[in-house]
């Protein structure tokens, strides 16, 4: 059976720290992979998504980005986090063809101070 | 420009009573919508969907309707249980690949179901 896997499930970090959460999926090949943040008072917002190796398409302009150095393994970073960063991270697949729904992660709920 | 729109944040039922969660949409190319649940710190779990081609999709106590001529749809939990208290998100896929297939999420409404 398919499982995706989230670490870390919270983080507190200063301002202008470097992030990297990272995102694995196991039991599938060549998934599409998503990262959604939820924001307080907020819904879900795509940020990133990828079809591929190396294939990142971003949403929304920010300071944020995405890699996925790995058929199944997805990465958000930062290099200067900011205040506005916090909020609670979401990593998601679904099939490469027709649709099933999205599966995600248990989520970072990460802090910035 | 929001696609999705859950213009209830909160919603506070009696157990066994009907809830009624409400959501809209703007774009006509949507042809597939879902229903998610989250509990606090953690992921959405899905929970129904229902096809563009159809009205209404039951699974046990709960069933989707879709209006396409209103573009809304709504969930139906009957009868609600305290268990059932949680985020309700609703999330719509646009026809085609590339961005347009992404999912699309409302901004959640927060069920409360009082014993």
């Known amino acids: 059976s398919q499982t995706i896997h989230q670490w870390p499930a919270t983080l507190v970090q200063p301002v202008g720290s470097p992030l990297s959460l990272e995102c694995t999926v196991e039991g599938t090949s060549n998934p599409n992979l998503y990262w959604y943040r939820q924001a307080a008072g907020r819904g879900l917002q795509l940020l990133f998504y990828s079809v591929g190796i190396g294939q990142i398409s971003s949403e929304v302009p920010q300071n944020l980005s995405a890699s996925r150095p790995q058929d199944r393994q997805f990465i958000l970073s930062s290099k200067k986090l900011l205040l506005s960063d916090s909020g609670f991270y979401l990593c998601?697949?679904?099939?490469?063809?027709?649709?099933?729904?999205?599966?995600f992660g248990s989520g970072t709920r990460l802090t910035v101070v | 420009d929001q696609q999705v729109k859950q213009n209830s944040p909160s919603l506070s039922v009696q157990e066994g009573r009907i809830s009624i969660l409400n959501c809209d949409y703007t774009n006509s190319m949507f042809d597939y919508f879902l229903w998610y649940k989250k509990y606090p710190a953690e992921g959405p779990t899905f929970l129904i969907s229902?096809?563009?081609i159809k009205d209404k999709n039951e699974d046990g106590r709960f069933t989707v309707f879709l209006n396409k001529s209103a573009k809304h749809l709504s969930l139906h939990i009957v009868p609600s249980q305290p268990g059932d208290s949680a985020v309700y998100f609703c999330?719509?896929?646009?026809w085609g690949g590339g961005s347009q297939g992404n999912l699309i999420f409302g901004k959640g409404t927060k069920l409360s179901v009082k014993p």
């Open positions: 998601a697949w679904s099939v490469p063809q027709g649709f099933y729904g999205y599966t």
């Open positions: 229902i096809s563009s």
């Open positions: 999330a719509a896929k646009g």
